[in-house]
């Protein structure tokens, strides 16, 4: 592959970066018609997905690129409407990667169904009956789905809890390997089939058999070690930002306001990245908002410590990430081959790591921001352009009106409209 230099890339006009794309062999042939000819998701397409179409919704696409991960360079699409997360990604990405990058751990990659049963007679003996029959029961749920079982995945493992006061329920959880897709019409498909089996075993009733998105049998683990002077030429100010990041990362932890605002931002480099490769983001926010709750309390997922020794700052993020690069709707969307292009192909585990990966580098951004010069500089500046294209600003006048606005006391819509009349006498 050429050797890759992204110096600039935020400078260059939208197809100059698809020309530097095709140079660095980034893209097939269809990908590259996808970005020339601006095609999305077609209307008829959109139309068999959802009910009551009305026609389709278009977000900016965006490239962060040059995310050193395990040792190997990627290119990360991102769908985001919020100014700011791609630039924050991308500089994070170039610091973390002079310091080696990105290290990840899988613990796993499986999914877990359940069957909530209640109104049972003797919950102990139901709980013994249920696990002596556990081998036909992983059997009964795996011919419900052959296919998965073909292609190497399917049912692995049964466990039982008892929830609730009293208990009211008899909780049964499947495990399933679901290989390269999320799984969800496989493990409901199971779950349904192992109703009458377990009602039959526990002299219960079935409440719901359904998919969990707590895939707490899918985690990932991403860490970073950076070194301080990457946060300052000024060996005391990178001391004391490491310090403060080391704190803030406290802060989230015991402290539910802000732990809620960390995760935030964490999701906002997580998002663009599950969104660009057609995958369910509402499924990965919730399995890590609950993930954050797992000591009951709701705190910050990443956490930063300060070695003062090695003069470094190491940050590291463990979510579910139950991702997939088969299923659902992500063969549908042309943007989502293009995603996948971009990214080289990877598998589900290899995804999963790229995805945490970004959630920790923009978290690293914005926990480098807000304990230096603070995050209203850049969202300023972003927002004076956002209000600039609200305004009616051209191409060409965008760049004349931004700085003015900048300038102005009060940064709103109808500061940015009489400026522009100014700029057109």
């Known amino acids: 592959m050429n050797k890759q230099n992204w110096t600039g890339f935020s ?20 990908s590259s018609e996808t970005l020339y000819q601006h095609r999305t998701l077609p209307l008829e397409t959109a139309d068999q997905m959802v009910e009551n179409v009305l026609t389709t919704y278009n977000l900016p696409y965006a490239l962060a690129p040059d995310f050193l991960v395990d040792g190997k360079t990627y290119q990360l699409p991102m769908v985001t409407e919020e100014p ?30 359940q069957v909530a049963l209640y109104q049972v007679p003797d919950l102990e003996q139901a709980k013994k009956d249920i696990l002596a029959n556990k081998e036909h029961l992983l059997q009964t749920a795996n011919a419900a789905h052959p296919s998965i ?12 809890d008892f929830v609730g006061n009293d208990p009211t329920f008899l909780v049964v959880y499947l495990i399933v390997d679901t290989k390269e897709a999320m799984g969800a019409n496989i493990i409901n ?24 998105n707590y895939a707490t049998e899918s985690l990932v683990t991403a860490q970073c070690t950076i070194d301080l002077r990457y946060l300052s030429r000024n060996k005391d100010e990178a001391l004391e930002l490491g310090q403060k990041m080391a704190l803030a990362s406290q802060l ?7 732990a809620s605002t960390h995760n935030k931002g964490i999701f906002n480099g997580i998002d663009a990245l599950v969104l660009a490769t057609g995958n369910d983001w509402r499924a990965i926010e919730a399995g890590g908002h609950a993930y954050a709750c797992r000591n009951g309390q709701y705190q910050g997922l990443s956490s930063w ?6 003069h470094q700052i190491i940050g590291q993020l463990t979510l579910p ?21 971009l990214l080289g192909q990877p598998d589900a ?16 951004a914005a926990l480098k921001a807000l304990t230096s010069s603070g995050i209203q500089a850049g969202h300023m500046k972003l927002q004076a352009k956002s209000l600039a294209l609200l305004a009616g600003a051209s191409e060409k006048e965008v760049p004349l009106l931004v700085p003015q606005l900048l300038k102005s006391p009060h940064l709103n819509l109808e500061t940015a409209q009489e400026l522009l009349e100014k700029i057109r006498q």
């Open 149 to 160: 079982v073909k292609r190497g995945g399917g049912a692995c493992d049964l466990r039982l």
């Open 305 to 310: 410590h300060l070695d003062e020794q090695q």
């Open 321 to 341: 990430m139950p991702i997939a690069t088969k299923g659902g709707s992500i063969g549908l969307n042309p943007n989502v081959a293009l995603s996948f292009d």
């Open 349 to 364: 585990k290899t995804l999963a790591r790229l995805i945490v990966s970004l959630g920790l580098a923009q978290n690293f």
């Open 84 to 113: 700011s997360v791609v630039a924050a990604a991308s500089y994070a990405a170039k610091i973390i990667k002079r310091s080696g990058g990105f290290q990840t751990t899988i613990q796993n990659r499986q999914m877990i169904g």
């Open 11 to 30: 400078k260059k006009t939208i197809l100059q970066r698809i020309e530097h794309l095709e140079k660095l062999h980034f893209l097939t042939n269809s």
């Open 252 to 258: 989230a932890q015991v402290d539910v306001y802000r």
């Open 189 to 212: 498909t199971m779950m349904e089939a192992l109703t009458l089996d377990l009602e039959q075993l526990s002299g219960g009733k079935s409440l719901m058999a359904i998919l969990s």
